[in-house]
């Protein structure tokens, strides 16, 4: 089956500087790749996704990048603020299987 | 508003003694689910359902049930809890036949001891 693995597991960044998570996934098949995000007590919310016909795609300061041959893809936050400090989950969809498999998670802190 | 209603939000229980977690969706979704999430473990899928009467096994289904009598409700049992599921539940729906663009409940935070 599929296996995603989340790296780091911690980031610390400046605020006004940028973010990157990366993700790997286990399987060629894969076809969508989302985001969530987890604020402190609070339920995941999707902040971004693309699928595997797709090789970027923007929303105002946050992107998705997808390398199919390598099996990863990243998230890049740009010009950080204090409210993007959260947990942040990507995940994979193995094509046809109806089932979304999670990275361990993200937990992003933005320092004033 | 539309939503996905889960009760209750903290639940201490026994060993043993069968509960179940309601999750209900107002937004006419096809695809509901549940997951757990633990520490350093992310999300995990539970079970799955693409539609009333169906649904499937997902990555840790040991000790739970679902049911998807009708479309809006899709309710988990624990027949006989353990202290190792103690965890935090969510469960989610999405419009279209498959777990694209979920929306969340706001999760049950269950102990077992």
């Known amino acids: 089956g599929e296996n995603v693995e989340q790296h780091p597991s911690t980031l610390s960044v400046q605020e006004g500087d940028s973010a990157v998570i990366k993700c790997t996934y286990s399987d060629s098949a894969s076809n969508y790749f989302p985001w969530y995000k987890q604020e402190l007590g609070k339920r995941p919310q999707l902040i971004i996704d693309?699928?595997?016909?797709?090789g970027e795609k923007k929303d105002q300061r946050i992107a998705v990048t997808l390398n199919k041959t390598a099996k990863h893809f990243s998230l890049h936050i740009t010009e950080t603020q204090p409210e993007d400090s959260a947990v942040y989950f990507c995940?994979?969809?193995?094509?046809?299987?109806?089932?979304?498999?999670f990275g361990q998670g993200t937990r992003l802190t933005i320092n004033p | 508003e539309a939503q996905v209603t889960q009760n209750p939000r903290y639940l201490i229980t026994v060993t043993g003694k069968k509960l179940t977690v309601t999750c209900s969706q107002n937004m006419n979704h096809e695809y509901m689910s549940w997951y757990r999430q633990d520490p350093g473990l992310g999300l995990r899928q539970i079970y799955y359902s693409m539609n009333v009467e169906v649904t499937d096994k997902g990555d840790v289904p040991e000790g739970y049930k679902v049911s998807r009598k009708e479309k809006r409700n899709f309710p988990l049992i624990l027949e006989s809890p353990s202290p190792n599921q103690t965890s935090l539940y969510f469960c989610a729906s999405s419009l279209s036949r498959g777990p694209y663009g979920y929306t969340f409940g706001s999760g049950t935070r269950l102990t077992v001891v």
């Open positions: 693309i699928r595997s016909n797709v």
């Open positions: 995940a994979a969809e193995l094509q046809g299987a109806q089932k979304l498999v």
